[in-house]
């Protein structure tokens, strides 16, 4: 059993090796985590609006999040859950097709068929998640067994959360990971919660790190709230994976401090104390100490990062607004090379029920919350 990795104490103050990475490193990751932040602000905003269906945020995930997957070269594979947006962000998927993602509109590059918040950018490896929990575990160590046999050099991350621990997924991907060795690191963030089943009701293991043990690979606890642990920890990790080390697993503990989702109520289900408890560890409070410290970060200059972030985040808002959702017929397109007779007179039929009853309009599906 050993200790949670960290480098920061919650006043910001640092501990042990602190990893010597460059101030403008150390700035674009607060930056970065800022971003998430913001995003997440205006997008619950958009939902409550009923401008948008669905958000699902990453407050108090910021550090491992963007901490983690700042330690991925352009070259490796981010498998994502619900919430790694913002890494996808940091890895070059543009802000627009984020935006126009969560509105389903025609710029949305899954034409407006997954859920919101289901992101996938081809160009940085960051590929569509199914909803369904603990698939995108399996597809990653596929792809990275892929790897392998192709001979690349490239990594596979995979994202899951506490809760996707008790899938079906876990096991086998796991399982074969350590089996074949693949180029994997398995990046479960211990978020406290899955919906309303806390983590400590998940497992009678006392970290999910030591089921790495029944794998044959490395389990590691990092202080999920801590980004330069968080990225130190993913940095050998990933490191260790490049160079034919095989998999490992890293636990980053942190705390999701709003709902599962737009449509969720937290407060029917934990305290108020835990979540005070846990916003007193803010990871983006944290960081901010330690880079001010440092003389990174001017004192009050953290304001001016957010007012820039919403400033870039609102123009592209405002734009993705006017676009308009992708044509009724894309519907049944895209499945044979030509639509066969029964998806045509399915979509003549759903024409006619819209026709009939009225089109659907922005925030018609909206969660009554
Ligand atoms: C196979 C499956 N079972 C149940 C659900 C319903 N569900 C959606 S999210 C979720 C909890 C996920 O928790 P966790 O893995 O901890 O991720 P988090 O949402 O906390 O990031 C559940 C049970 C689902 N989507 N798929
Ligand atoms: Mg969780």
Same mark, same amino acid.
């Given at each position: 059993m050993t200790a949670e990795l960290q480098h920061l104490a919650p006043d910001g103050s640092p501990r042990g090796d602190v990893p010597e990475l460059e101030g403008t490193f150390l700035r674009e990751l607060f930056v970065h985590m800022m971003r998430v932040r913001c995003t997440d602000e205006r997008m619950l905003k958009l939902q409550r609006a009923g401008r948008i269906g669905f958000v699902g945020t990453a407050k108090g995930l910021e550090a491992a999040i963007i901490g983690s997957a700042a330690a991925l070269q352009a070259r490796d594979w981010l498998w994502s859950g619900l919430r790694e947006g913002g890494a996808a962000v940091m890895r070059g998927l543009p802000l627009s097709e984020y935006v126009a993602q969560m509105y389903g509109n025609s710029h949305d590059t899954a034409k407006g068929r997954q859920m919101c918040n289901h992101f996938q950018h081809k160009a940085s490896h960051y590929p569509s998640w199914s909803s369904v929990i603990g698939t995108q575990l399996v597809h990653g160590v596929g792809a990275a067994f892929a790897s392998k046999l192709r001979g690349e050099d490239a990594v596979h991350a995979v994202y899951f959360g506490d809760g996707a621990t008790s899938s079906n997924g876990f096991h086998s991907a796991l399982n074969f990971a350590g089996v074949w060795r693949v180029p994997v690191v398995f990046v479960c963030i211990d978020n406290g919660w899955a919906i309303s089943v806390a983590s400590s009701q998940q497992t009678a293991a006392r970290s999910y790190a030591d089921k790495a043990a029944a794998y044959g690979m490395p389990g590691r606890d990092v202080d999920g709230n801590d980004v330069l642990a968080c990225y130190q920890a993913a940095h050998e990790a990933i490191a260790a994976a490049r160079e034919g080390g095989g998999p490992s697993l890293l636990v980053l503990k942190t705390y999701r401090?709003?709902?599962? !989702? !737009? !449509? @969720? @109520?937290p407060t029917k289900y934990r305290d108020d104390d835990e979540v005070a408890a846990w916003a007193a560890k803010d990871p983006i409070d944290r960081y901010e100490r330690y880079l001010v410290e440092r003389g990174v970060l001017a004192g009050g200059e953290r304001q001016a990062i957010e007012a820039d972030l919403l400033r870039e985040l609102d123009a592209v808002i405002h734009e993705e607004e006017t676009v308009p959702p992708m044509p009724m017929r894309t519907l049944v397109e895209d499945v044979y090379a030509e639509v066969p007779p029964h998806l045509r007179r399915q979509f003549n039929s759903f024409i006619a029920v819209a026709e009939r009853l009225g089109y659907a309009r922005p925030g018609d599906g909206a969660f009554p919350l």
């Open positions: 401090m709003l709902g599962h !989702s !737009s !449509s @969720d @109520d």
